[in-house]
């Protein structure tokens, strides 16, 4: 087949495209890797050397972000499933209203809603100096991009009937939710929980306004080195931030694909 | 397991939205009996069957199973097996999974549980299908897994919706047959719904024929063909030809397309009778029309022929391509097959 102009001009576009979203994320990568940025990597040459200082000083702020990000998949999970379980029931215009004001603190400024958090909680010494203030800001945050896919899958799944055919064989309402509704809505938790983890992981606007010294998240500590280092460690720190969260993502495209694909006739 | 009868006294059921979906019904079932629910949709089969389930719990009137008020239990302690109209198998367990749910419920322990599993998969004919996944097996396959599942822990009665509504024609016999054996062969008292006439003939011991929310009828297979207590019995039932009387006549009584030759005393409105007993006369008959269409069915062919009448009348008989489109028709019905019917309730006999 004989290809046209037409079409090299498209592949042109799509190249460039790629190019546009691709070439900052490779230079960066880059920058982490090598030993003077203004020389060059041809002058100066590649090292690790940057990856290990930055483990050095900011290896809490990975194992807080990870700590985090698990205390709030778990959460998440713990309020998000009965939630959306109990609005897969009701199906009312109070059910619909109040999966819209979920919503919100995904619409509201980041800012905003650490800014009403504070006010409402930052009088508790304590609570505000923990990881745990930080955590129920990703809790509130994230809990819509579980309740969401859990909610389709379980409209999807017919589940009433599934119930009834449980209860028929004698299981009570708690047994029917952990042995029928919780395993026929598992893509959907699975799907939820590794959309939970990377949000989590990299969320900056609320945990900026949340951490103290002593509780820098990943993404905080990203910025303070962004803002008082050199360019090699910061961008040796988007190094160790994309070996976290790549894999994460490329399981979510995976388990996504399976949903689209219908899980079971 | 040994039949437990089933009893409904006054039960009414209104649905949020205001429609009444049961007025006021008492139903004895027997113990170890198949009864089957019959009638159109929205005629409250289902209704009931969930009421006697625990699904749905009446406005007033009282359920008994034995002489156990079971009215407040919920299904899960009624002790009741189900099969749903689309099976309802659980998607994340495999087939034995499915049959050993109400067993491990109740906490019987893996050894028993596994033996009995084993006993059921024999029992509906699926031994080496226990490790298969619910959505690699057929439709009857499903309804066997279905039935075994209820069956597994041995409940008191056995409920069926619609069972057989969701598999093709030919598989639908075939499993019809079956779970009649089955059926037979436990002796449990089963209550199925259905719509399909045919179905609830072969199956039930008696046929409760419903009509908005009501009872219209229950009775076995044969009384109910053969002496319908109404209009809607008998038309649900198998074919009905109706004929509106018109006038008495020296033989008879007056109807669209001729003479019927009815001699009791009193007059009615209206004389039915079914197809099959409809022939086709070599000389004179009661009735004269044209042939309209003609059906070949196997065993025997359907005629429409057109006597003038508001529908045409339907003719069952052996005679496929012997007349053809639009030849004049004599018909002649032996006068103990001519009935009316009065009200609800009450048929009156015929005399020859």
């Given at each position: 087949m004989k290809r046209t102009a037409g079409f090299y001009g498209r592949l042109?576009?799509?190249?460039?495209?790629?190019a546009f979203m691709l070439v900052p994320v490779l230079m960066s990568l880059l920058a982490g890797l090598t030993r003077n940025y203004f020389q060059g990597v041809v002058a100066s040459g590649l090292t690790l050397g940057w990856l290990l200082q930055v483990w050095a000083a900011y290896a809490d702020t990975v194992w807080l972000s990870l700590r985090l990000a698990v205390a709030c998949a778990v959460g998440v999970v713990m309020i998000g499933v009965p939630a959306a379980y109990a609005l897969v029931r009701m199906n009312n215009r109070f059910s619909r209203a109040f999966e819209e004001l979920m919503v919100l603190p995904v619409a509201m400024p980041g800012l905003a809603s650490a800014l009403a958090l504070l006010l409402t909680y930052g009088q508790y010494g304590a609570f505000r100096g923990s990881w745990l203030f930080i955590l129920v800001g990703h809790v509130i945050f994230t809990l819509p991009f579980l309740v969401r896919p859990v909610m389709a899958v379980m409209q999807r799944q017919h589940l009433p009937v599934l119930e009834e055919a449980a209860a028929s064989l004698g299981a009570g309402p708690l047994q029917r939710f952990f042995t029928v509704v919780v395993p026929n809505s598992r893509a959907g938790i699975l799907a939820g929980v590794l959309m939970v983890v990377t949000l989590s992981l990299g969320e900056f606007n609320l945990t900026w306004m949340l951490h103290t010294p002593m509780t820098k998240t990943l993404p905080v500590g990203l910025a303070d080195s962004y803002a008082s280092a050199r360019l090699e460690v910061a961008s040796a720190y988007t190094v160790i931030f994309l070996l976290l969260i790549v894999p994460l993502l490329i399981a979510l495209q995976a388990i996504n694909h399976h949903l689209a694909r219908g899980d079971r006739p | 397991m040994t039949g437990t009868a089933i009893r409904l006294e006054g039960c009414r059921k209104t649905f949020d939205n205001g429609t009444?979906?049961?007025?006021?019904?008492?139903?004895?079932?027997?113990?170890?009996?198949?009864?089957?629910?019959?009638?159109?949709?929205?005629?409250?089969?289902?209704?009931?069957?969930?009421?006697?389930?625990?699904?749905?719990?009446?406005?007033?009137?009282?359920?008994?199973?034995?002489?156990?008020?079971?009215?407040?239990?919920?299904?899960?302690?009624?002790?009741?097996?189900?099969v749903f109209q689309n099976y309802a198998l659980f998607p994340n367990l495999d087939v034995a999974g499915n049959i050993a749910y109400g067993l491990k419920i109740r906490g019987m322990p893996k050894a028993e549980r596994t033996a009995r599993c084993a006993e059921l998969l024999a029992l509906v004919g699926l031994q080496d299908h226990g490790r298969r996944?619910?959505?690699?097996?057929?439709?009857?396959?499903?309804?066997?897994?279905?039935?075994?599942?209820?069956?597994?822990?041995?409940?008191?009665?056995?409920?069926?919706?619609?069972?057989?509504?969701?598999?093709?024609?030919?598989?639908?016999?075939?499993l019809r047959s079956e779970l009649d054996q089955l059926l037979r062969h436990l002796g449990i008292t089963a209550v199925?719904?259905?719509?399909?006439?045919?179905?609830?003939?072969?199956?039930?011991h008696r046929i409760l024929v419903m009509e908005h929310g009501r009872a219209a009828q229950l009775a076995s297979p044969q009384a109910l063909y053969q002496q319908p207590a109404n209009a809607f019995v008998a038309g649900f039932v198998g074919n009905l030809n109706v004929f509106p009387v018109l006038a008495r006549s020296p033989c008879g009584v007056k109807v669209p397309g001729g003479d019927l030759p009815w001699s009791t005393a009193d007059f009615p409105d209206t004389l039915y009778c079914r197809p099959e007993h409809v022939r086709i006369a070599d000389g004179n008959g009661h009735l004269h029309g044209h042939l309209l269409a003609q059906f070949f069915q196997g065993a025997h062919s359907r005629l429409l022929v057109d006597v003038g009448g508001a529908q045409p009348l339907l003719v069952d008989c052996d005679e496929f391509g012997r007349h053809g489109?639009?030849?004049?028709?004599?018909?002649?019905?032996?006068?103990?097959?001519?009935?009316?019917?009065?009200?609800?309730?009450?048929?009156?006999e015929v005399s020859p």
């Amino acid at each position: 087949m004989k290809r046209t102009a037409g079409f090299y001009g498209r592949l042109l576009f799509v190249l460039l495209v790629c190019a546009f979203m691709l070439v900052p994320v490779l230079m960066s990568l880059l920058a982490g890797l090598t030993r003077n940025y203004f020389q060059g990597v041809v002058a100066s040459g590649l090292t690790l050397g940057w990856l290990l200082q930055v483990w050095a000083a900011y290896a809490d702020t990975v194992w807080l972000s990870l700590r985090l990000a698990v205390a709030c998949a778990v959460g998440v999970v713990m309020i998000g499933v009965p939630a959306a379980y109990a609005l897969v029931r009701m199906n009312n215009r109070f059910s619909r209203a109040f999966e819209e004001l979920m919503v919100l603190p995904v619409a509201m400024p980041g800012l905003a809603s650490a800014l009403a958090l504070l006010l409402t909680y930052g009088q508790y010494g304590a609570f505000r100096g923990s990881w745990l203030f930080i955590l129920v800001g990703h809790v509130i945050f994230t809990l819509p991009f579980l309740v969401r896919p859990v909610m389709a899958v379980m409209q999807r799944q017919h589940l009433p009937v599934l119930e009834e055919a449980a209860a028929s064989l004698g299981a009570g309402p708690l047994q029917r939710f952990f042995t029928v509704v919780v395993p026929n809505s598992r893509a959907g938790i699975l799907a939820g929980v590794l959309m939970v983890v990377t949000l989590s992981l990299g969320e900056f606007n609320l945990t900026w306004m949340l951490h103290t010294p002593m509780t820098k998240t990943l993404p905080v500590g990203l910025a303070d080195s962004y803002a008082s280092a050199r360019l090699e460690v910061a961008s040796a720190y988007t190094v160790i931030f994309l070996l976290l969260i790549v894999p994460l993502l490329i399981a979510l495209q995976a388990i996504n694909h399976h949903l689209a694909r219908g899980d079971r006739p | 397991m040994t039949g437990t009868a089933i009893r409904l006294e006054g039960c009414r059921k209104t649905f949020d939205n205001g429609t009444v979906a049961l007025h006021s019904l008492d139903l004895h079932i027997h113990p170890g009996e198949t009864l089957a629910i019959l009638g159109p949709s929205g005629c409250g089969k289902t209704t009931t069957l969930r009421l006697i389930a625990g699904l749905e719990h009446p406005d007033s009137g009282r359920v008994l199973f034995g002489e156990q008020d079971v009215t407040a239990l919920p299904i899960e302690r009624r002790d009741v097996g189900m099969v749903f109209q689309n099976y309802a198998l659980f998607p994340n367990l495999d087939v034995a999974g499915n049959i050993a749910y109400g067993l491990k419920i109740r906490g019987m322990p893996k050894a028993e549980r596994t033996a009995r599993c084993a006993e059921l998969l024999a029992l509906v004919g699926l031994q080496d299908h226990g490790r298969r996944a619910v959505h690699e097996l057929s439709g009857g396959q499903r309804q066997r897994v279905a039935l075994a599942r209820a069956l597994a822990p041995r409940p008191r009665v056995l409920l069926l919706d619609e069972p057989l509504a969701a598999l093709d024609a030919q598989l639908r016999e075939r499993l019809r047959s079956e779970l009649d054996q089955l059926l037979r062969h436990l002796g449990i008292t089963a209550v199925f719904v259905t719509h399909d006439q045919g179905e609830a003939m072969a199956l039930g011991h008696r046929i409760l024929v419903m009509e908005h929310g009501r009872a219209a009828q229950l009775a076995s297979p044969q009384a109910l063909y053969q002496q319908p207590a109404n209009a809607f019995v008998a038309g649900f039932v198998g074919n009905l030809n109706v004929f509106p009387v018109l006038a008495r006549s020296p033989c008879g009584v007056k109807v669209p397309g001729g003479d019927l030759p009815w001699s009791t005393a009193d007059f009615p409105d209206t004389l039915y009778c079914r197809p099959e007993h409809v022939r086709i006369a070599d000389g004179n008959g009661h009735l004269h029309g044209h042939l309209l269409a003609q059906f070949f069915q196997g065993a025997h062919s359907r005629l429409l022929v057109d006597v003038g009448g508001a529908q045409p009348l339907l003719v069952d008989c052996d005679e496929f391509g012997r007349h053809g489109i639009g030849d004049t028709l004599a018909l002649s019905i032996a006068p103990r097959h001519l009935f009316c019917l009065q009200g609800r309730g009450t048929r009156s006999e015929v005399s020859p």
